[in-house]
């Protein structure tokens, strides 16, 4: 089984910045960042490749947000810039299941997920 470490999460008022930070106990060439608020499914938010300079973006979220990772490392953070009431969700951590051409929010389907942290944002 996988494990994964999330942090980052909190509640802010709009407009305001939060940092996700994500490892795991395994390597994964794809990984990202998922979301679910109360009563919607969960959407993918940004998927990076290992080692790639173009990520992928939720169109709600572009240049907003902004998904980093750790070269050949197993972790993956992602900068939250003017937060909006509607970015309030449980945002999940994930990895694998995705090539060079599914490494991205409309074709992914994650290999495993971590526990999720909570972002809250008031108005």
């Known amino acids: ?69 750790d070269q050949g490392k197993n972790n993956v953070y992602m900068t939250m810039d003017n937060l909006k009431p509607d970015d309030t969700a449980m945002y999940y951590c994930a990895g694998g299941g995705a090539g060079t051409q599914t490494c991205n929010v409309a074709a992914w389907r994650p290999a495993s997920w971590g526990q999720g942290t909570q972002v809250a944002v008031s108005s």
């Not at 998927?47 to 980093?68: C, M, N, P, Q």
């Open 1 to 69: 089984e996988v494990r994964y470490t999330e942090s980052g999460g909190g509640s802010v008022q709009a407009g305001g910045s939060l940092r996700l930070s994500c490892s795991t106990s395994e390597y994964y060439f794809c990984m990202g960042w998922f979301r679910q608020a109360p009563g919607k499914e969960r959407e993918a938010v940004a998927a990076l490749l290992d080692g790639s300079s173009t990520a992928d973006y939720l169109d709600s979220v572009k240049g907003r947000f902004t998904i980093s990772r």
